[in-house]
């Protein structure tokens, strides 16, 4: 890869849900696919908002402030909706829905600047906290340490050199997590289509919570037919852009669920699709005649047995 990833970014295209108050956890355990009434210290949550046909309305990352204060980090084209759906099921829990964006600082860290106190890799949902600010670390990106930082509105960012948003987004797309899903693939998956129950995104021991019913019988009923993976091509890829095989020209065979311009040219991409075209290939962006997408697999194991 490149040094090119190296630096600290701003995250524009992110936003902060805060969840605040003693209901706070129990609330959030009923609403998302991963557990937070039992989050251990040092971690944090990867997790989605599903309807209740499972598919995903949005994803977080999950960062506990204090014991009844969470910041729920998630594209900012989403927020506002998510929020007042979120707020829907507020009902008599002692908990406070607001958008916290403005309160907050928020930084992608890429390369030296990622890396933990003593100089360690952060591992993928290790939560450090360094004063009022707070690390989590990310899935690499080809070797990369990558973090998320949080902290106060005010507060200085962490020592480092400027990184381009494009390029960070571009690392988001070479670790092949998809943490903050965006509003063209809005209900377009459910969490094992963009590989979450692999990435820490699902927890199939927790209680009930919206779509939780599907997303169980896709996990242990071999029900599902599509999978996440990095692709490139020449043409342009965005989010929710179509994929076909050259054999149908009619039928889409996959999605883009996160796209990014590669420093060394052409588009880098996390892609869901269907398996049986990602085995037999000849897939192409946009229409069957268009630009051949080159799948290159996932940088991480596909879980096998939970």
């Known amino acids: 890869m490149t040094r090119t990833l190296e630096g600290i970014a701003p995250l524009p295209h992110l936003g902060i849900i805060r969840a605040l108050g003693e209901d706070a956890a129990r609330f ?116 990369v340490p990558r973090a998320l930082w949080l902290a106060p509105a005010g507060t200085p960012p962490p020592a480092g050199e400027a990184l381009d948003p494009a390029l960070w987004q571009w690392g988001e797309v070479r670790s092949g997590v998809a943490t903050q899903l965006s509003a063209p693939v809005y209900e377009a998956f459910v969490p094992q289509m963009v590989n979450y129950e692999s990435v820490g995104g699902v927890n199939f021991k ?55 311009q590669a420093p060394a040219g052409g588009w880098d991409a996390i892609v869901s699709v269907q398996l049986s075209a990602a085995q037999s290939g000849d897939i192409h962006v946009g229409a069957a005649s268009g630009a051949a997408l080159a799948l290159q697999g996932q940088p991480y194991p596909l879980l096998e047995d939970i």
Not at 92 to 103: G, I, P
Not at 242 to 258: H, I, R
Request: with cysteine.
């Open 28 to 143: 959030l355990q009923g609403q998302l696919t991963q557990d937070f009434v039992l989050i251990p210290p040092g971690q944090a949550r990867l997790a989605a908002f599903c309807n209740a046909k499972g598919r995903m309305q949005a994803s977080f990352v999950g960062v506990q402030l204090a014991p009844d204060d969470f910041a729920l980090v998630t594209s900012r084209d989403l927020l506002a909706q998510t929020l007042k759906r979120l707020s829907m099921f507020v009902l008599r829990a002692k908990v406070r829905l607001s958008d916290a964006t403005e309160a907050f600082e928020l930084r992608g860290l890429a390369g030296e600047p990622a890396r933990l106190a003593g100089g360690a890799a952060p591992a993928p949902w290790v939560h450090e906290v360094d004063g009022v600010s707070h690390r989590v670390g990310l899935y690499r990106a080809d070797g």
């Open 206 to 260: 927790k209680g009930c919570y919206p779509g939780q019913e599907v997303v169980a019988r896709s996990q242990f009923r071999g029900t599902l037919k599509r999978r996440a993976f990095v692709a490139h091509a020449e043409a342009p890829l965005a989010a929710g852009g179509e994929l076909f095989q050259a054999s149908d020209p009619v039928q889409p065979c996959g999605l883009v669920v996160l796209g990014a």
